[in-house]
Nanobody, 126 residues
Framework: QVELVESGGGSVQAGGSLTLSCTPS??????????VGWFRQAPGKEREGVAA????????YYADSVKGRFTISQDTAKSTVYLQMNILKPEDTAMYYC?????????????????WGQGTQVTVSS
């Protein structure tokens, strides 16, 4: 069974911070040597890649819009991937989704990912 559980969303004022957590479980195991990513989707907009990490080496990848503000990391002992979001802006408001296992395409392209969480809402007010 595949399960991705997200948490940490909420409401914050511009300039504030939030940390999202994703606990991916692929048939009871943390997805080693796989990509785990964070995407977001605002109302009326397409889902877009925010950040990803290759769990084997911890190599991070970021969208230009969040570089320098967001940090993706993992704690393999807790089987958890984090997205630390700082200096939040109103345009960061969206539903944030965790994804696991990139089968095809670039990390920032949603179509190539196999597994998705249910999402957690982030709202940033000005």
């Amino acid at each position: 069974q595949v399960e991705l559980v997200e948490s940490g969303g909420g409401s914050v004022q511009a300039g504030g911070s939030l940390t999202l957590s994703c606990t991916p479980s692929l048939y009871g195991f943390y997805p080693h040597s796989e990509y785990v990513g964070w995407f977001r989707q605002a109302p009326g907009k397409e889902r877009e890649g925010v950040a990803a990490i290759y769990t084997d080496r911890g190599t991070p990848y970021y969208a230009d819009s969040v570089k320098g503000r967001f940090t993706i990391s993992q704690d393999t002992a807790k089987s958890t991937v984090y997205l630390q979001m700082n200096i939040l802006k109103p345009e960061d408001t969206a539903m944030y989704y965790c994804a696991a296992v990139l089968r095809d395409g670039r990390w920032y392209q949603p179509a190539g990912w196999e597994h998705w969480g249910q999402g957690t809402q982030v709202t940033v007010s000005s």
